[in-house]
């Protein structure tokens, strides 16, 4: 009787586990950034391209031992942007771009000293986020480090 019900019981966690993978593929399509997008981008797709647009300037600074420059206090939106998948936006999508959002303000901060660590930590907190929700755009930030 009691395996029986374990048995039962990882069935519904492998259910469980199948229906989250499924609701994910909304993200695989963004994985192209190059073909637009019939249904428009999301905004969260359109922050995302502006937020590598920084890191590739980012990266141009810390190598030439520049200063970041203006914080990027809109990229604080990550949190509300409409993701082309609304399923997206769960508790694990928000600790993520929390961990994001302090990496940005570290690096901001950061020493010159400190800045190429910091820099390398920003890179790694969009990385973080992307193995566990959306694959696609890692070749794409791992360019970044
Ligand atoms: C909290 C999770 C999270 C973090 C942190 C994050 N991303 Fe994303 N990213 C996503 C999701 C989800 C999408 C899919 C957006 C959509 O389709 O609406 C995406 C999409 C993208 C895309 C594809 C955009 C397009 O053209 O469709 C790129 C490139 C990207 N992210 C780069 C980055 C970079 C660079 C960073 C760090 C500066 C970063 N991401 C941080 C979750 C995250």
């Known amino acids: 009787m009691l395996t029986t019900r374990k048995f039962q019981f990882c069935l519904l966690l492998v259910g469980i586990i199948l229906v989250l993978f499924t609701t994910i593929p909304g993200c695989d399509k963004n994985k192209k950034t190059t073909v637009i997008n019939p249904n ?10 502006e937020m590598t647009d920084y890191m590739v300037l980012q990266k141009i600074n810390v190598a030439g031992g520049k200063e970041p420059g203006k914080y990027p206090l809109h990229f604080s939106a990550i949190h509300a942007a409409q993701p082309t998948d609304p399923e997206v936006r769960d508790d694990v999508f928000t600790g993520f771009a929390d961990h994001f959002i302090n990496k940005l303000k570290e690096f901001n901060g950061a020493t ?12 790694q907190s969009c990385a973080g986020c992307h193995q566990q929700i959306c694959p696609g755009p890692l070749a794409k930030i791992n360019k970044l480090y």
């Open 112 to 123: 010159p000293e400190n800045r190429q660590d910091a820099y390398k930590q920003l890179v």
């Open 40 to 49: 428009g981008d999301s905004e969260l797709a359109l922050l995302m391209r």
